[in-house]
């Protein structure tokens, strides 16, 4: 199984970028997909999740209303579409797989599972 995230960059405040996330080896209708990122200095927390089964999504307090997680069941692909990005945005983002039995109805429940399959990451750095 593999995921390959990409999209990162330089993107100056106020600015949008869009994360991608392609997945190999497994067929993600069957999975949770989720988005974490790891800040400087500090640990990593999860961004937002999309669960394979009514695809609900959830996410983080810091970037409600501003990134909208989506999935191309036909791509195999999970995108993270990051608006009104401020420097505190910077991070490494990294995609995630979960098999979808799986349950979690929150962000907190979803970073406390264990995530199966990890992508490299990606950095997206936010000048002021």
């Known amino acids: 199984v593999q995921l390959q995230a990409s999209g990162g960059g330089s993107v100056q405040a106020g600015g949008s970028a869009r994360l991608s996330c392609v997945i190999s080896?497994?067929?993600?209708?069957?999975?949770?997909i989720g988005w974490f990122r790891r800040a400087p200095g500090k640990e990593r927390e999860g961004v937002s999740f999309s669960t394979n089964i009514g695809e609900r999504t959830y996410y983080a307090d810091s970037v409600k209303g501003r990134f909208t997680i989506t999935r191309d069941n036909d791509k195999n692909t999970v995108y993270l579409q990051m608006n009104s990005l401020k420097p505190e945005d910077t991070a490494v983002y990294y995609c995630?797989?979960?098999?979808?039995?799986?349950?979690?109805?929150?962000?907190?429940?979803?970073?406390?599972?264990?995530?199966?399959?990890w992508g490299q990451g990606t950095l997206v750095t936010v000048s002021s």
């Open positions: 995630a797989a979960l098999w979808g039995a799986k349950y979690f109805d929150d962000v907190a429940s979803a970073q406390a599972l264990g995530w199966e399959y």
């Open positions: 080896g497994v067929t993600i209708e069957h999975y949770n």
